[in-house]
Nanobody, 126 residues
């Protein structure tokens, strides 16, 4: 059964860093755009990064630029989200999703993703 699975979440202090992983199984990640999303407590899920399948173009909301970085290793069938300078407001459940088209809809989670993971918790607090 095709699926993606997130890992790498945890608890960090403000200013810390985490690298999340998104591992694909039973399909070739190289043929899919990969998006990262998060859902903070009491808020809707939001798209925070996307990487295209064809040329590896990356996309971020303006508020995420400079702190978060998405990448992929197609040989390993894994995508990553490097998060630096974490703030308490970054606390939430982080999800990855694979989309067989492109990143056009990554800001609209309801319209993105053929495969979604179960999420990994990230907690930023002192």
């Amino acid at each position: 059964q095709a699926q993606v699975r997130e890992s790498g979440g945890g608890s960090v202090q403000p200013g810390g860093s985490l690298r999340l992983s998104c591992a694909a199984s039973e399909f070739e990640m190289a043929e899919y755009a990969i998006g990262w999303f998060r859902q903070a407590p009491g808020k809707e899920r939001e798209g925070i990064a996307c990487i295209g399948w064809s040329d590896g173009s990356t996309y971020y909301p303006y508020s995420m630029k400079g702190r978060f970085s998405i990448s992929r290793d197609n040989a390993k069938n894994v995508a990553y989200l490097q998060m630096n300078g974490l703030e308490p407001e970054d606390t939430g459940v982080y999800y990855c999703a694979a989309e067989n088209l492109n990143c056009a809809h990554y800001r609209r989670p309801d319209y993105f993703g053929d495969y979604w993971g179960q999420g990994t918790q990230v907690t930023v607090s002192s």
